[in-house]
């Protein structure tokens, strides 16, 4: 059961809510697990190689997430709330060739369960540009459709 709605709060922010057949604990873990992340972070064709996953407050998270052209993404911030398997909220901001880093956005996971299911509750933002809003936008959508996929994998892989 996979449902997916995008609502724009402000123009510089994005909100999804998503369901997937999955517990909170399952989702929280997907999100928290580099051996996990691997296997759905990034947008379709694109492969996640963690760095740094620090998972206490204040702890650092980096990764570099590979375009199927083969051109490095590098994405990090910090963890400012963990509550698991409910919430987990972070900073997050791409690091550029010239040494600098994007302008910074706050990243909100809510996660519900709703019996075997999880209602995921996405919040990013604010965002320096509409522009730079829809391509998270589609990049997430990609995302969370490849998580959707590993649970569906999972699912069968256990009956």
Not at 77 to 90: A, M, V
Not at 101 to 107: D, G, H, L
Not at 113 to 126: D, I, K, N, R, V
Request: glycine share 8%; charged share 25%; with cysteine.
């Amino acid at each position: 059961m996979n449902s997916d709605q995008l609502h724009t709060l402000v123009p510089s922010e994005i909100r999804m809510v998503r369901v997937f057949a999955a517990t909170p604990e399952v989702i929280f873990k997907a999100w928290t697990d580099p051996e996990i992340m691997v296997e759905w972070m990034g947008p379709k064709g694109f492969r996640c190689v963690p760095d740094k996953l620090e998972l206490r407050v204040g702890g650092a998270h980096r990764a570099c997430l590979i375009s199927p052209d083969g051109e490095n993404h590098w994405v990090a911030g910090r963890y400012l709330e963990i509550d698991p398997p409910s919430r987990l909220r972070f900073t997050h901001h791409w690091e550029q060739s010239d040494g600098g880093i994007s302008p910074e956005t706050i990243v909100t996971v809510d996660l519900v369960a709703l019996g075997g299911s999880t209602e995921m509750t996405f919040h990013q933002g604010p965002f320096s540009s509409e522009a730079s809003r829809d391509g998270h936008t589609g990049g997430w959508q990609q995302t969370f459709e490849r998580l959707a996929l590993l649970l569906e994998r999972q699912i069968e892989k256990d009956r």
